[in-house]
T-cell receptor, first 112, second 115 residues
Framework: DAKTTQPNSMESNEEEPVHLPCNHS???????IHWYRQLPSQGPEYVIH???SNVNNRMASLAIAEDRKSSTLILHRATLRDAAVYYCILRGGYNYGQNFVFGPGTRLSVLP | EAGVVQSPRYKIIEKKQPVAFWCNPISGHNTLYWYLQNLGQGPELLIRYENEEAVDDSQLPKDRFSAERLKGVDSTLKIQPAELGDSAVYLCASSFMTGYTGELFFGEGSRLTVL
């Protein structure tokens, strides 16, 4: 399974945008980039995923580099509820393995 | 629609005792995962099921851990006997089907404390 690298921790001020980076230099052509977050005492929850093009949903945006070796999760206006551990994960397509391999993630602190 | 349901949420046992965790995935989800999460770390895969078949159990410590998913729906993870180092959160997750590259849905987890 291809690996990802994320900063251990980041801080943001409330109502400001947050850019969470992820490096995945060994990504293969069929790997989807997934982001999950884990609030305290809860299981991880899905945030967003993409393959090549940038993606937007109600929670966040995902910006994928043209060479796909890195990506950035963008929270447009951080709130206190966004304080969590964010995981960047690669998931292969059919016949390329179905396991989600989690790293330690980035712990995001949001300051009021 | 109900999410992934796990029970119990919390369990405290003495070492060498057995313990079991139960998971009911989202209806229609063929793929089920059990993860272990130690404090301050990301989840680590223990076993993955496709329907009732365990397709990846390479990280499951088979001397003391066992799992089953008899009818391809709910699943049970058992530890016997438990050791102090087994204290962790056990997470169950499910997804739609083999080949689906979309999201994974997690339960709230079962927190085990071994004394």
């Amino acid at each position: 399974d291809a690996k990802t690298t994320q900063p251990n921790s980041m801080e943001s001020n409330e109502e400001e945008p947050v850019h969470l980076p992820c490096n995945h230099s060994t990504i293969s052509g069929t790997d989807y980039i997934h982001w999950y977050r884990q609030l305290p005492s809860q299981g991880p929850e899905y945030v967003i995923h993409g393959l090549t093009s940038n993606v937007n949903n109600r929670m966040a945006s995902l910006a994928i580099a043209e060479d796909r070796k890195s990506s950035t999760l963008i929270l447009h206006r951080a709130t206190l509820r966004d304080a969590a551990v964010y995981y960047c994960i690669l998931r292969g397509g059919y016949n390329y393995g179905q396991n989600f391999v989690f790293g330690p993630g980035t712990r995001l602190s949001v300051l009021p | 629609e109900a999410g992934v349901v796990q029970s119990p949420r919390y369990k405290i046992i003495e070492k060498k005792q057995p313990v079991a965790f139960w998971c009911n995935p989202i209806s229609g989800h063929n793929t089920l995962y059990w993860y272990l999460q130690n404090l301050g770390q990301g989840p680590e895969l223990l076993i993955r099921y496709e329907n009732e078949e365990a397709v990846d159990d390479s990280q499951l410590p088979k001397d003391r851990f066992s799992a089953e998913r008899l009818k391809g729906v709910d699943s049970t993870l058992k530890i016997q006997p438990a050791e102090l180092g087994d204290s962790a959160v056990y997470l169950c997750a499910s997804s739609f089907m083999t080949g689906y590259t979309g999201e994974l849905f997690f339960g709230e987890g079962s927190r085990l404390t071994v004394l």
